[in-house]
């Protein structure tokens, strides 16, 4: 899905631009997903574990960009990638087309300025407007910041799957599955 470019005013009185990723925008992608698989314990790898090719992710934005019902958005500070949320259909049988799925990351040195709400914002108005009845999401159930901002947008939690991550020290985060109706 295509999104303009438009102007995001933060908190602090800064602005960013916001718009869909293109496939030129692969290789600040896989560098802004490194970036923030190594900063938050909370998403669903380490940062070792990330290895797309510039290829691969040029393929995947590309579809992303032509698909009718999937959005990839992302926030820029003077050119550079600093923020990446998506909204994908969940299956593509027919009996689940009303549900699509969201992730939202931004780099640690932005949070706490909105950029997460206006993401999450544009998210929920692209998906209602391509007809997606619901959208759906996992949260580590320590994930304070995330699960404040998906309630303050009328997410509501609908179940918590014990051990859904088990970390490399041993440990497990329970994932608390919550969902939107649009
Ligand atoms: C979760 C995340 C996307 C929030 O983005 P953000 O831009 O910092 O969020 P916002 O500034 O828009 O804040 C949204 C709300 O979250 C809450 N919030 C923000 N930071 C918080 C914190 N550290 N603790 C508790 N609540 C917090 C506030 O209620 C805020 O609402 P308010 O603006 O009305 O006060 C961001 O912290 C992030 O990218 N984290 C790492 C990746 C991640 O965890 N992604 C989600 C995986 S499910």
């Known amino acids: 899905m295509h999104f303009d470019e438009t102007e ?3 908190k602090d009185g800064r602005t960013f631009s916001l718009r869909s990723l ?3 925008d692969a290789e600040m992608a896989i560098a802004f997903m490194g970036r923030i698989y190594a900063q938050s314990p909370y998403l669903s790898r380490y940062a070792d574990e990330w290895s797309m090719s510039v290829e691969d992710e040029r393929l ?3 579809r992303a960009h032509l698909a009718e019902r999937h959005l990839m958005i992302g926030t820029f500070a003077a050119g ?3 923020a990446i949320a998506d909204c994908y259909p969940m299956y593509s049988v027919s009996k689940m087309v009303h549900r699509c799925n969201c992730s939202i990351a931004i780099d640690r040195a932005f949070h706490g300025l ?3 709400t206006a993401m999450m914002k544009v998210l929920i108005e692209e998906a209602r407007s391509v007809g997606y009845e619901q959208m759906e999401l996992e949260v580590v159930s ?5 699960i404040a901002l998906y309630k303050k947008l009328g997410f509501v939690a609908c179940g918590l799957l014990p051990h859904g991550f088990k970390n ?3 440990s497990y985060y329970d994932l608390l599955s919550m969902v939107l109706t649009l």
């Open 60 to 62: 995947y934005l590309e």
């Open 80 to 82: 550079e990638l600093i």
């Open 22 to 24: 293109e496939g030129l």
């Open 168 to 170: 490399r020290d041993l």
């Open 142 to 146: 320590e994930n304070a910041a995330a």
């Open 114 to 116: 909105g950029i997460g």
């Open 8 to 10: 995001l005013k933060a």
